[in-house]
């Protein structure tokens, strides 16, 4: 899957490119507007990271450009945190979805996982890991090949383990992927750790393999055989 980061921001950026590669993409980068726009008329890509606020002109303004020619690109827009008008003008102009920032490099990845998934599946969608099996068409899972029942939460949580699987993925993260600008709302994370420990007591009611791993003083990893 091929990658276009429009940022100005030269941290972020490079650290956006040097996570999402070692994911297994392919990512090219613009700074400004025009940059920007000389790309996207010259290239194709699966997904366009886009931040709103670029020199030399609005990120908006160039999703609105080049949606026209590129409808089936997928955009995830990058919004400041209270632009709330920013992120509806964005949705109607044809982008995905949207980041706030500062964000964590496991939620922005999340997010193109679920974005790319959406736009590059039909019908039935599975990921196998060991002897569990998610349905992504249908939100179903299996262990072993019996059931297992999730809450909307857990189903969310468990996908966030599996998509950032052999990594660290801190509590703060995990809330902010499940109750976005309101993680706050997760007293001192407690619900994480409720979450957490609810899917793997059902997950460990069906299997033999203990997928997730407490890292102390860091957070969750999830592991596989």
């Given at each position: ?95 995905d979805d949207y980041i706030t920032k500062p964000f964590h490099m496991e939620e922005l990845n999340a997010r193109i996982f679920a974005l790319l998934r959406r736009r590059s599946f039909n019908g039935e969608n599975q990921i196998r890991i060991d002897d569990l099996s998610i349905n992504m068409a249908h939100k179903s899972v299996t262990v072993a090949g019996q059931p297992l029942t999730l809450t909307k939460k857990e189903y969310e949580l ?68």
């Amino acid at each position: 899957m091929k990658l276009l980061l429009v940022e100005d921001e030269p941290l972020l950026l490079e650290e956006m490119e040097s996570y999402l590669t070692e994911q297994g993409y392919r990512c090219e980068r613009a700074t400004t507007f025009f940059e920007g726009q000389e790309k996207l008329h010259l290239y194709h890509y699966d997904l366009v990271v886009l931040d709103i606020t670029i020199p030399g002109g609005s990120g908006l303004g160039l999703l609105q450009q080049f949606k026209l020619d590129h409808k089936n690109t997928g955009v995830l827009i990058v919004s400041a945190k209270n632009s709330l008008d920013d992120k509806v003008s964005g949705l109607q102009l044809g982008a995905d979805d949207y980041i706030t920032k500062p964000f964590h490099m496991e939620e922005l990845n999340a997010r193109i996982f679920a974005l790319l998934r959406r736009r590059s599946f039909n019908g039935e969608n599975q990921i196998r890991i060991d002897d569990l099996s998610i349905n992504m068409a249908h939100k179903s899972v299996t262990v072993a090949g019996q059931p297992l029942t999730l809450t909307k939460k857990e189903y969310e949580l468990l996908l966030y383990f599996v998509i950032n699987k052999n990594r660290v993925v801190s509590r703060q993260s995990i809330a902010e992927h499940l109750w976005g600008d309101h993680y706050d709302m997760a007293d001192n994370y407690d619900a994480v750790y409720v979450h957490t420990m609810n899917l793997r007591k059902k997950i460990a009611a069906l299997s033999s393999t203990d997928y997730v791993k407490t890292v102390h003083g860091m957070g969750y990893k999830w592991s596989s055989q």
